[in-house]
């Protein structure tokens, strides 16, 4: 085969379908316009929302309604409650009502986790509840932990020799 008839074979297909492509064009379509949707203006913000939606929604408040409604937080949402100790006074007696959220044996002694108003901790039969003289109190002064029931998971506080119960809630 000659060099002219190689370079032709190599050229000749790729400009036959080039040609044959330009050929089955005939008109170009012209593209159709989809109709437009209205255009709506954007709600002003002092407009008010609908009570509820088409949907069955109904719209969530405005920040100001929220802030209307709540009353004034804390000075330091993290600093102690009023009551520092935890506990109401009431007639001179502390009332407590802690959440007993669970039970456990650490060796031979019995502890109780507890959530009161000056916090979580873990308490144990004893005076002040503590279950080590470094440990920080979780109940308010005067309180002592009579009893911790393994099996039942409740706890027996005293104050002034009145002994209260607390299960797990």
């Keep these: 085969m000659t060099w002219w008839k190689q370079a032709a074979e ?48 109904t719209p969530l408040p405005s920040v100001e309604e929220v802030q209307q409604a709540a009353p004034g937080g804390r000075v330091d949402p993290f600093g102690p409650l009023s009551g520092a100790d935890g506990a109401d006074v009431q007639d001179g007696t502390s009332v407590i009502t802690p959440t007993v959220t669970g039970v456990l044996m650490v060796g031979n002694q019995k502890r109780a986790m507890v959530t009161t108003a000056s916090g979580s901790g873990v308490i144990c039969v004893g005076a002040d509840g503590r279950c080590e003289d470094d440990a920080p109190l979780v109940l308010p002064t ?20 009145e002994p209260q119960d607390f299960c797990i809630a």
């Design 10 to 57: 190599c050229w000749l297909l790729p400009v036959v379908v080039l040609v044959s492509v330009a050929g089955c064009g005939g008109e170009t379509p012209t593209a159709t316009a989809l109709p437009s949707a209205p255009v709506q203006p954007a709600p002003s913000p002092e407009a008010s929302a609908p009570a509820a939606l088409a949907i069955g929604l």
């Design 142 to 161: 005067g309180w002592s932990v009579l009893s911790i029931d393994m099996v039942s998971g409740c706890i027996r506080l005293s104050l002034n020799d």
